[in-house]
């Protein structure tokens, strides 16, 4: 199975939205939230669990915020924390509260004993000097960038860092780079689950690993060579192994 680069994953979302293929933004959430959502079934069995998904500004938090709603559909206690909501997903935001998701406005005194906590933070296109500016300030909770004082992810950073609770991660787990992997010595989480096909920065990943996102077609998987595992019936998802 290939192991994809930033650019490889860039282009084969661009195509999947493109005249040829003319997926919508909303649909690949929707089908990546899903297959996250069932990962986290699959893995954590207990019944009616206590999940805690942290949420970014991109199209990783709008997946985090379907999944949010299909874990609440399956019978779970939901929520959420949301620190820079973009007004582009207020849809899936409303779909959550209308399914009894709620919303955590504060990380510091939680009083929940959450069972998982699910990273959807940062996705793949999250990278370079905004990274490292991030990573740097994430112990101050901090980031403070010609004066003015940012969103605060370095908190988040910061808790997924040092939380005991497993870590489910979408995608990517936030702050790893995309194909040099964790190179800052952040968390590990317990579950993985790649969308699309897994990224070269989690080519040694020795948690459970699923690949979700069932959506690529076959002229797609032929061109970009990615030998992807064959799912089973409906199944959205399929472990992978190494």
Do not use: W
Request: hydrophobic share 40%; net charge positive; glycine share 8%.
């Amino acid at each position: 199975m290939k192991y994809l680069n930033s650019q490889e994953a860039i282009q084969i979302d661009n195509e999947l939205m493109s005249e040829t293929y003319k997926y919508t933004l909303s649909q690949l959430m929707e089908l990546a939230g899903l297959s996250s959502s069932m990962a986290v079934e699959k893995v954590f069995t207990k019944k009616e669990k206590n999940v805690l998904i942290l949420v970014g500004p991109g199209n990783n938090g709008g997946d985090g915020l379907v999944a949010a709603r299909h874990l609440s559909i399956f019978g779970n206690k939901v929520y959420i924390h949301y620190p820079k909501p973009n007004k582009n997903f207020n849809h899936l935001l409303r779909q959550c509260e209308s399914h009894k998701v709620l919303i955590l406005d504060d990380l510091s005194n939680i009083s929940v004993d959450f069972d998982v906590v699910i990273d959807a933070v940062f996705g793949f296109s999250f990278k370079g000097n905004k990274k490292k500016s991030y990573i740097e300030k994430y112990l101050t909770g901090i980031l403070i960038i010609k004066g003015d004082i940012r969103d605060p992810f370095g908190k988040v950073i910061k808790f997924l860092n040092f939380t005991k609770i497993p870590i489910a991660s979408i995608d990517i787990p936030s702050g790893y780079d995309v194909e040099k992997g964790n190179t800052d010595n952040l968390f590990v989480p317990a579950l993985l689950i790649s969308l699309t096909c897994p990224k070269l920065g989690v080519k040694n990943f020795k948690g459970r690993h699923f690949l979700g996102g069932r959506f690529i077609p076959n002229e797609l998987e032929v061109k970009y060579e990615l030998n992807t595992p064959s799912y089973h019936g409906s199944e959205q998802i399929v472990e992978i192994t190494n």
